[in-house]
């Protein structure tokens, strides 16, 4: 069974940063996979942050782009997203997902397993 397990969240001010990790473990090869984080802030839908494919190129939303970074390693089964220059509308719900296949979407509907989410929140 499919575990995704995301930590790192917690208050951080405007302009500084945080580093997400998410642990995926059991029954599938993540590495020919793609991963991404998604989230969620009060009163609004799961919104797609960044996703990166099975080799490793990434995809950013535009309110995130130039500021995150995801990453994987292979190895250690481990997704990771580097936050910097926080904003206060980066408050959220982060959740960790994988993917049914190698190529990369922004749609929660192409991700078949997820987090539990991690609580990321910003003051101005």
């Known amino acids: 069974q499919v575990q995704l397990v995301e930590s790192g969240g917690g208050l951080a001010q405007a302009g500084g940063s945080l580093r997400l990790s998410c642990a995926a473990s059991?029954?599938?090869?993540?590495?020919?996979?793609?991963m991404g984080w998604f989230r969620q802030a009060p009163g609004k839908e799961r919104e797609f942050v960044a996703v990166?494919?099975?080799?490793?190129?990434?995809a950013y939303s535009t309110s995130v782009k130039d500021r995150f970074t995801i990453s994987r390693d292979n190895d250690k089964n481990t997704l990771y997203l580097q936050m910097n220059n926080l904003k206060a509308e980066d408050t959220a719900v982060y959740y960790c997902?994988?993917?049914?296949?190698?190529?990369?979407?922004?749609?929660?509907?192409?991700?078949?397993?997820w987090g539990q989410g991690t609580q990321v929140t910003v003051s101005s």
């Open positions: 059991g029954g599938r090869t993540f590495s020919n996979l793609a």
């Open positions: 990166v494919n099975a080799i490793g190129a990434p």
């Open positions: 997902a994988v993917g049914g296949g190698r190529v990369a979407s922004r749609s929660e509907t192409a991700y078949d397993y």
